[in-house]
């Protein structure tokens, strides 16, 4: 019987669906949401991302800011821009869209954002927040996988799950945001000797390589509930996953197809974190 679906667009949809209803109860209250998106420079990679995250704002009544910086902005002048949007009340998210120009530290931006309006979850001090179980913003792609495999009710406790993949964005959030819920995990790298050893072991098998279609049907176990973090560009100029999608969903029990699998749970996510850092700064406790 070839794979259910999991469809990423009906998760966003039904938790998009639930998040608006929760601006409009910070509205009521008087205290607006807002999400403030710095871009620097004009990747027009990067260009279409902010424009897709201001857009999903608009339509659930988040108020967005979208401050453009040039390519060659002063380290100061980007810090002090972090810093007053820290200290703006009327903006509960900071998002720095990567990847920077290469004069710009990273690290040292990305440290800048207040942890309370980390909604990327990327300062270090929310990463080590999720590795040591305390609250913190969530990295919103392995947080929107996580949202999918509880939306299809896909049991985690004692579950053999497998992350093919090591990022500071996916992999490593992704195997210690099921390692929480009792999920016994391997994370596995390109270097991993055997990788078809691991994957078909696997109950759970999430794919955030980067290579697409690496992993096929004869690498995944019966019935195994398969997750494609991986968006690859063909050269026939059609999209695909990490997974090869048509041999694996012969043999998986529940798939993310590519696109509209794990995709739109990524902005979904943000606009999650900056409602829950909204609610916080207004002291509600969702
Ligand atoms: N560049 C590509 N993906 C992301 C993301 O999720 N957040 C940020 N800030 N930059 C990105």
């Not at 039904?14 to 929760?22: P, S």
């Not at 949007?85 to 004069?103: F, K, S, T, W």
């Not at 996580?146 to 985690?156: A, G, N, R, T």
């Amino acid at each position: 019987m070839p794979a259910t679906v999991m469809d990423g667009i009906a998760v966003a949809r039904h938790t998009r669906a639930q998040l608006e209803g929760r601006v409009e109860a910070l509205a009521a209250r008087g205290a607006p949401c807002g999400l403030a998106v710095i871009i620097v420079g004009d990747n027009p990679a990067s260009r279409v991302y902010v424009r897709n995250k201001v857009k999903a704002c608009g339509e659930i009544g988040i108020h967005s800011e979208m401050i453009e910086l040039p390519a060659d902005v002063a380290r100061e002048t980007l810090l002090a821009r972090i810093g007053a949007l820290n200290a703006d009340p009327g903006i509960h998210g900071i998002l720095v869209q990567l990847p920077l120009p290469r004069h710009l530290d990273v690290k040292e931006v990305l440290e800048t954002i207040s942890l309370l309006k980390d909604v990327d979850g990327f300062h270090v001090e929310s990463m080590g927040a999720l590795m040591a179980g305390l609250p913190g913003f969530w990295p919103c792609t392995p947080y929107g996988v996580m949202m999918i495999l509880d939306y299809y009710k896909v049991p985690l406790s004692g579950a053999n799950a497998v992350v093919i993949g090591r990022s500071n964005i996916v992999g490593k959030p992704q195997a210690l945001m099921l390692l929480a819920r009792d999920a016994t995990v391997t994370i596995c790298t390109s270097m991993t000797r055997d990788l078809a050893r691991h994957t078909r072991a696997a109950d759970i098998l999430v794919v955030a390589t980067g290579r697409a279609r690496m992993v096929t049907g004869d690498m995944i176990k019966p019935g195994a509930v398969v997750v494609d973090v991986g968006i690859n560009r063909l050269p026939d100029g059609k999209l695909c996953g990490d997974v090869d999608y048509d041999s694996a969903a012969a043999v998986a029990g529940l798939i993310t197809p590519v696109p509209g699998g794990v995709g739109p749970m990524t902005i979904t996510m943000l606009l999650a974190n900056t409602v829950h850092a909204a609610e916080s700064a207004a002291d509600i406790h969702a």
